[in-house]
């Protein structure tokens, strides 16, 4: 008793778990895994924040309290909890409905975002309802977030070149961004254009040419990870040194020098009607991508992760954020693949990472007084970019052209309409086309490859048929969706066969018979048997025939439910094995390949 309640302990406190065997040379590595990621997430936190219109500080605070929390109850070695991009950009749009940036209740609003946000997070995990973000499909999750980092670059662009511009969408923001283009300032473009370009050649050029002069590849790494820091510091100190900021440079300003505040979400019940939809919608797009990536790194060392433990450690690092001035966050890719390939062995670099953050949070914040938001900016942009990948769009026009007007759909809706219908679009068109290709299931008449017991479609194989036994094998789970489909179906093939005396449903991919589907079941044994012919199961699976014991279909059968679908050719074609009896026929097949 004492050991199951441990481990059930164990299983919703992963850091019981893997703390046990914590030693030195983990310890070495997840420091300087914290390290790397510290420098990293600085300048990126303040840039999120800046993103989600919040002041700079909340984008620290947010990568404070959440790590430490998933650290303890999250199941990945290698993710990096904190702001993103998407989830700032939805955090944005959603509270911007509500309050005007920068006020009191908009930072309320956004705390009570990160509440309701851990709090649908908690109620999944503690259910185990992980499997529902898988009706998000992979597909749309790329439209929504190459379309998002589009709309993100584009926000952006108000600060890079010092103008004023607003829009909750790809067109209000070009337009405006083309309004304002008079009103540039020359000194932030100069400062925000020249960020760009070195963030960008920091990212692809700088790492080779450091190990061209010498440098390992670890520490060459390292110091190109650390290039938005130098873009950050040398920036602020040009600010400050030439006295941009009296010239129309707008900075980051003063930031509270302290750990971050205990603060309160918003209790009141018409603030959370006008944020649950949006919690919800960022809750889903937040844990797609955080175990999207925590698996991906898993896997590279033969580890796993619990989607419904990473559920509970997200909602916790969400309610953490709600309590501590930060707002909604998850797992983001590049911090935590720079968090992988920097060695962390363990949740615990995220501990070290918080802790890095906290004593920047303490005595580094007023050095960035002049830090010009250009610079958060130009860092977003670069950020974001990498998100871009209009690759998607071949791929899928090539292998699924339903996957194709998906993500189509869900690129051009979020471009037009803004982050939130987009990805409401993105979560029905997933479900619609799962919906469409299950309600039209893949069926096929089947016969049996000559010499074997093995049954295939008479359009691909050389198989060999009875003219009195109809064989229709149904390659979906049979539900109010599909069940029509099939009916429909089984009285065309029958009306087109005189010589029709038995019908056989071959079930090896039936794994569930809902209600509809078992009325329609009924309604073909009915019809047939009026008609003088015998309806026949074969190879259904254990857990659905459980399912039609319990009603009175199998009492009203007209055939019978064979093991496999040989058994039922010999026994319905009278025992004959002979490949050549008189009832037999051998089709050509039509086109040679698959089942």
């Known amino acids: 008793m004492a050991r199951s309640s441990a481990s059930s302990i164990r299983r919703y406190v992963p850091l019981l778990d893997w703390g046990r065997t914590y030693d030195r040379n983990a310890l070495a590595d997840d420091l300087v895994a914290a390290v790397v990621v510290t420098i990293m997430l600085i300048p990126q936190s303040l840039a999120y924040a800046l993103l989600a219109g919040l ?149 692809r050029g700088l790492k080779p040419l450091l190990m061209r002069i010498g440098f390992g590849p670890r520490m060459s790494d390292v110091i190109a990870k650390a290039g938005p820091v130098a873009a950050v510091v040398l920036s602020t100190l040009a600010v400050w040194a030439f006295g941009l900021a009296d010239r129309g440079v707008a900075t980051v300003g003063g930031v509270p020098q302290s750990l971050p505040p205990l603060t309160l979400p918003s209790f009141s019940p018409q603030l959370w009607g006008e944020l649950t939809a949006a919690a919800v919608l960022i809750s889903v797009i937040g844990f797609v991508e955080s175990v999207s990536v925590a698996q991906t790194l898993a896997a590279k060392r033969r580890q796993r992760i619990d989607p419904d433990q990473e559920l509970i450690g997200l909602g916790a690092a969400n309610i953490g954020a709600a309590f501590s001035g930060g707002y909604p966050v998850t797992g983001g890719f590049a911090r935590s693949v720079v968090n992988f390939d920097a060695g962390a062995r363990t949740p615990a670099a995220g501990a070290y990472t918080a802790v890095g953050l906290a004593i920047a949070a303490l005595f580094l914040t007023p050095l960035i007084f002049f830090l010009p938001k250009a610079t958060l900016g130009a860092t977003i942009i670069v950020a974001v970019l990498s998100l871009v990948d209009f690759s998607i769009l071949p791929k899928a026009w090539k292998y699924s052209k339903a996957d194709f007007a998906a993500v189509c759909t869900t690129v051009l809706i979020t471009l037009g309409l803004g982050v939130e219908l987009g990805v409401t679009a993105g979560v029905l068109i997933s479900i619609l086309i799962h919906l469409y290709r299950t309600s039209r299931p893949h069926t096929a008449i089947v016969g049996r490859v000559p010499g074997t017991e093995h049954y295939r479609n008479v359009l691909r194989h050389d198989v060999i048929t009875d003219r009195r036994i109809l064989t229709l094998r149904v390659d979906e789970s049979l539900y109010f969706a599909n069940a029509r489909y099939l009916e429909d179906r089984i009285y065309d093939e029958a009306t087109q066969r005189p010589d029709l005396e038995h019908v056989v449903l071959m079930c090896p991919a039936v794994n569930e018979i809902d209600m509809s589907a078992l009325e329609s079941l009924e309604a073909i044994n009915e019809r047939l048997n009026d008609t003088g012919v015998t309806f026949n199961l074969s190879e259904i699976k254990g857990p659905v025939m459980d399912r039609l014991e319990r009603s009175h279909f199998l009492e009203q059968l007209t055939g019978r439910v064979f093991l496999s679908q040989h058994q039922a050719m010999r026994a319905l074609a009278g025992d004959a094995s002979d490949d050549s009896a008189a009832d037999m026929i051998v089709l050509p097949a039509k086109n040679p390949q698959g089942k």
């Open 55 to 203: 002041p700079a500080q909340m984008g620290i605070y947010a990568s404070i309290a959440p790590i430490i929390l998933y650290a303890v109850f999250g199941t990945s070695r290698a993710l990096a909890v904190g702001p993103v991009a998407v989830v700032s950009l939805m955090t944005a749009a959603a509270v911007g409905q509500i309050a005007e940036p920068g006020t009191d209740q908009y930072i309320a609003a956004a705390l009570t975002l990160a509440f309701l946000s851990g709090g649908f997070l908690l109620l999944l995990g503690v259910f185990r309802l992980g499997f529902l973000a898988n009706f998000l499909s992979h597909p749309v999750i790329a439209g929504f977030i190459t379309a998002s980092g589009i709309i993100i670059a584009a926000s952006q662009i108000k600060h890079v070149l010092g103008i004023e511009a607003s829009g909750h969408n790809l067109f209000e923001l070009l337009v405006s961004i083309a309004q304002s283009l008079s009103q540039v300032n020359v000194f932030t473009a100069a400062i925000g254009l020249t960020v760009t370009a070195f963030l960008f050649w920091v990212r």
